[in-house]
């Protein structure tokens, strides 16, 4: 089974309206921590947020927010007014505290373009 | 902090040819780095994980002979793909960790990536 999935292949959004991209995830392991990475057609790839297993509150940094629904197994990641810099390849991933020796999950991404 | 620099960042080269990917470092001691390899619109895939001063961990399914890993020292590891091919060309992209980045609250940090064509 995968360990995460990326349900919506592409989005769409109006600039200046948020959106939200969906991630599910699988472990069984109580500590682990969820990624957001963004990946402009340049290539590189960008750290958004973090969320950990044993955080309370849901992750804000700037527009991006992460939804998280620990008993849903989901980290959804919501970014408020859109930007036409905001279109790109959205990954979310996911690290193990005790299994996989320090490598990181990803799911298939989101392209995500923003439309003036 | 934790710069993580690649080179070179395209590549173009005659089938047949080896090509080295550098991955260096800037401001942290890596001793692990990860190698992944992207297709277009597609997942990053994990080819391997090399520790400082060992031989590479090679994920299910990747040929160790054909891309090599060595990670000699702190700061730089090199992938070399031997005897490129077309099927080769893809995007690869490296990230670093130092001992506290591999624990599960890190993010990782990524060089550029490399685009790698192979005519």
């Known amino acids: 089974a995968q360990k995460i999935t990326q349900t919506q292949p592409g989005m769409f959004v109006q600039e200046k309206e948020a959106v939200t991209l969906d991630c599910t995830y699988d472990?069984?392991?109580?500590?682990?921590?969820l990624f957001w990475y963004k990946q402009p057609s340049s290539g590189e790839m960008i750290f958004l947020i973090y969320?950990?297993?044993?955080?309370?509150q849901n992750a804000t940094e700037g527009r991006y927010s992460l939804n998280f629904q620990k008993a849903r197994k989901s980290a959804n990641l919501v970014i408020s007014a859109s930007q036409l810099g905001d279109s790109a390849m959205y990954f979310c991933?996911?690290?193990?505290?005790?299994?996989?020796?320090?490598?990181?999950?990803f799911g298939d991404g989101t392209t995500l373009t923003v439309k003036p | 902090g934790a710069v993580v620099s690649q080179h070179p960042s395209w590549v173009i080269c005659k089938s047949g040819t080896s090509v080295k990917i550098e991955c260096r470092s800037l401001?942290?001691?890596?001793?692990?780095m990860f190698w992944y390899r992207q297709f277009p619109k597609q997942s990053l895939m994990l080819m391997a994980t090399?520790?400082?001063?060992?031989?590479?961990?090679?994920e299910q399914g990747v040929e160790k002979d054909k891309f090599l890993i060595n990670h000699a020292s702190l700061t730089l590891s090199t992938l070399t793909v031997t005897s490129a091919h077309p099927e080769d060309s893809s995007f690869y992209i490296c990230?670093?960790?130092?001992?506290?980045?591999?624990?599960?609250?890190?993010?990782?940090?990524f060089g550029n990536g490399t685009r790698l064509t192979v005519t």
């Open positions: 472990t069984s392991d109580p500590s682990y921590g």
């Open positions: 090399s520790n400082e001063g060992s031989k590479a961990t090679y």
């Open positions: 991933a996911m690290r193990e505290g005790n299994t996989n020796a320090g490598k990181s999950t």
């Open positions: 969320q950990g297993s044993y955080d309370q």
């Open positions: 401001d942290f001691q890596a001793t692990t």
């Open positions: 990230s670093a960790s130092d001992r506290g980045q591999l624990a599960y609250n890190s993010p990782l940090h």
